[in-house]
């Protein structure tokens, strides 16, 4: 089976930089997936990372270690807009066609 | 611009009714899902298909099953609604492809309550 942990709640306020880590536990490992989900809408894809290192787009990286069987999501000069839930994501199954979701982070960013 | 949809956005039902959730996507993606999400539990995979007729089943498949009959449609089939299925269901689909692409594509949801 797929096992994922991820901080529950986490608070920072404008202009910080803010980690969510992610530990998993998988049989047929190909990646890993961060998504947010603001309230009320659907989860919308940030990043994806296949090898280890670190993956950056704006103000948003992902880092994947997969000796370590982690990876977070680095979320730099915060905005009141990145409130919201943050999920990490296996990707997994015999093929490399099922994503497992973790249970969330909820991020509370504050003026 | 990838679109799913979802056929409601609320629906009220009473223990023992059966539901049918259906969900569509115009991308012509071979792979498609359907989630629950609960507080605290994240989103939960029920079953998922990578192709026509294709099913297999996620981590809670119990009490649930589906139907694939065209590429563009996935439905959620609930044969006797009980008060624990109380939830948002979220549909998604995601293409076959190089494994470097994989951005999965949610529908709104459907938050049903079982009465």
């Known amino acids: 089976g797929q096992s994922l942990e991820q901080p529950s709640e986490v608070t920072a306020v404008e202009g910080a930089i803010v980690q969510i880590n992610c530990t998993y536990q998988?049989?047929?490992?190909?990646?890993l997936s961060w998504y947010q989900q603001h309230d009320g809408g659907a989860p919308t894809f940030l990043s994806y990372?296949?090898?280890?290192g670190l993956e950056e787009t704006g103000r948003f990286s992902s880092f994947l270690s997969r000796s370590d069987s982690y990876g977070y999501l680095l979320l730099q000069e915060l905005q009141m807009k990145d409130s919201a839930s943050y999920f990490c994501a296996v990707l997994g199954g015999e093929y490399g066609n099922k994503l497992v979701f973790g249970a969330g982070t909820i991020l509370r960013v504050k003026s | 611009d990838v679109k799913v949809t979802q056929s409601s956005r609320y629906l009220v039902k009473r223990t023992g009714e059966k539901v049918f959730l259906e969900c569509v996507q115009d991308?012509?993606?071979?792979?498609m899902f359907w989630y629950r999400q609960d507080p605290g539990l994240g989103l939960r995979l029920i079953y998922f298909?990578?192709?026509?007729?294709?099913?297999e089943k996620g981590d809670i498949p119990e009490g649930y099953s589906v139907s694939r009959e065209k590429k563009e449609r996935f439905s959620l089939i609930l044969e006797s609604t009980s008060t624990n299925q109380t939830s948002m269901y979220l549909c998604?689909?995601?293409?076959?492809?190089?494994?470097?692409?994989?951005?999965?594509?949610f529908g709104p949801g459907t938050r049903l309550l079982v009465l």
């Open positions: 991308m012509d993606h071979e792979n």
């Open positions: 298909s990578y192709d026509v007729k294709m099913k």
């Open positions: 998988t049989s047929g490992f190909y990646g």
């Open positions: 998604a689909s995601r293409p076959t492809g190089p494994i470097i692409h994989q951005t999965q594509y």
């Open positions: 990372n296949a090898l280890d």
